[in-house]
């Protein structure tokens, strides 16, 4: 049975989906516009970071998830995406 605060939760995040839809579904070019660009500065920046960091040992994988990644952030994603593969794995 659902608690009434996992229902609160969920009420909560529909109200939140809702809320982003509709301002997707108002102006849908700026949504896409936005997603589109930080896709191509991402991938730009994926491949810069993948061809000048073989010289310090760098290797940032391009699949599905890190395109993902840098679609939805941009550089900023991709220097993250730099970071945790440097320092972390």
Avoid: C, E
């Avoid at 760098?58 to 840098?70: C, K, S």
């Avoid at 679609?71 to 440097?86: K, R």
């Amino acid at each position: 049975m659902i608690s009434s605060k996992d229902a609160l939760w969920i009420a909560v995040g529909i109200i939140a989906l809702f809320i982003v839809m509709g301002r997707i579904l108002r102006n849908p070019m700026s949504f896409f516009g936005v997603l589109l660009r930080n896709l191509v500065f991402g991938v730009m920046g994926l491949a810069v970071i993948d061809y000048l960091g073989k010289g310090i040992g760098l290797h940032v994988p391009f699949n599905l998830q890190t395109a993902g990644v840098a679609s939805l952030l941009g550089l900023p994603g991709v220097a993250a995406l730099a970071v945790v593969q440097h320092f972390i794995l």
